[in-house]
């Protein structure tokens, strides 16, 4: 089972420039072949799949993790996305005033067409994500290989999109995904490595350029989250210190397991865009729930609720 914290994995900038082509080409990180949405399903169904895993647990156990933190993944991407479609078209409820004109003239009229300026489940030619990007083979080395070549392939796809968007909010976000895609490149080869004893790691980095290299994710790298490796789990996946320790390839720091999942941060409010009717409801009145909120020990104001 998932355990749903309403955090977003980090603090993503409100962007300077909102662009919408920008954040069509986010969507590749997205729902692209080598998009957060596929590590999270190769990873999730690989974990389901998992035969033997009595007896393989650092196994299961690394993928599982792994597989749990890949869903807050999508979640970063999507904000990146929204935040930098917020506002790029006129608020304007009229819709005589053609106050989606501009947007004929962006890449993926998919954003404004078929959702309220938001992130959706395809990647930057608007092409849908499709199951068909899961491998699960069932055997744990071919796996274990397709995971590492997969992240692999994943860590070039955020290179070149860094190197597409400047503004703030998206190379935050893909810096942090530079970081955590590494950790999850050298866990897999780790696991090659625990379990054939070779050493796939002299492999690494593919492609050669250092995460240091991005002041993004150098910034995060300083906190530690290119050695620390999240269960995602109250209680369980500790198994995968087995295989997630020793020294990082990188900087000789202590590789660590931790119980739980990391600290995140408020999510960002995403700002209404009339023009889309979205989210319409103008004559709701949330007064309509202060009795039950009460009885439930919420906050009154439900607007500005937040869990502590």
């Known amino acids: 089972m998932i355990l749903r914290l309403d955090e977003l994995a980090l603090d993503l900038p409100k962007p300077k420039n909102p662009s919408a082509n920008d954040a069509a080409a986010i969507q590749e990180l997205l729902g692209?072949?080598?998009?957060?949405?596929?590590?999270?399903?190769?990873?999730?169904?690989?974990?389901f799949n998992f035969r033997g895993r009595d007896r393989l647990r650092p196994f299961y156990s690394l993928t599982a993790a792994i597989a749990a933190e890949e869903y807050s993944h999508i979640e970063a991407v999507s904000y990146a996305i929204n935040l930098l479609l917020t506002g790029v078209s006129e608020r304007n409820p009229d819709p005589v005033s053609g106050p989606l004109a501009g947007a004929a003239d962006a890449r993926n009229t998919h954003h404004f067409i078929a959702s309220g300026q938001a992130a959706l489940p395809m990647d930057s030619m608007g092409r849908p994500w499709t199951g068909d990007n899961v491998f699960s083979s069932g055997n744990l080395r071919l796996d274990l290989l397709h995971n590492?070549?997969?992240?692999?392939?994943?860590?070039?796809?955020?290179?070149?999109?860094?190197?597409?968007?400047?503004?703030?909010?998206?190379?935050?976000?893909?810096?942090?995904?530079?970081?955590?895609?590494?950790?999850?490149?050298y866990a897999y080869a780790l696991a090659l490595e625990k379990l054939t004893g070779v050493d796939v790691k002299k492999l690494m980095p593919i492609p050669t350029l250092s995460n240091a290299k991005f002041p993004e994710a150098k910034a995060f790298m300083k906190?530690?989250?290119?050695?620390?490796?999240?269960?995602?789990?109250?209680?369980?996946?500790?198994?995968?210190?087995?295989?997630?320790?020793?020294?990082?390839?990188?900087?000789?720091s202590e590789l660590v397991m931790v119980q739980g999942a990391k600290k995140g941060v408020p999510y960002p409010i995403l700002e209404e865009e009339p023009q889309l009717n979205s989210p319409g409801e103008d004559n709701f009145d949330p007064e309509m729930f202060a009795d039950i909120a009460k009885k439930l020990g919420l906050s009154k104001d439900l607007n500005t609720y937040r869990p502590k």
Not at 164 to 177: I, Q, S
Not at 243 to 249: D, E, L, T, V
Request: glycine letters at 12%.
């Open 223 to 252: 906190h530690g989250l290119h050695r620390e490796l999240y269960t995602f789990s109250p209680n369980a996946y500790m198994e995968a210190g087995v295989i997630w320790n020793g020294k990082h390839p990188e900087d000789g």
């Open 32 to 47: 692209g072949k080598f998009g957060e949405m596929s590590t999270l399903m190769n990873y999730t169904f690989q974990s």
């Open 148 to 185: 590492f070549f997969l992240e692999c392939g994943a860590r070039a796809n955020k290179m070149r999109v860094y190197e597409m968007v400047t503004d703030p909010c998206a190379r935050t976000m893909v810096g942090y995904l530079l970081v955590r895609g590494g950790l999850h490149v």
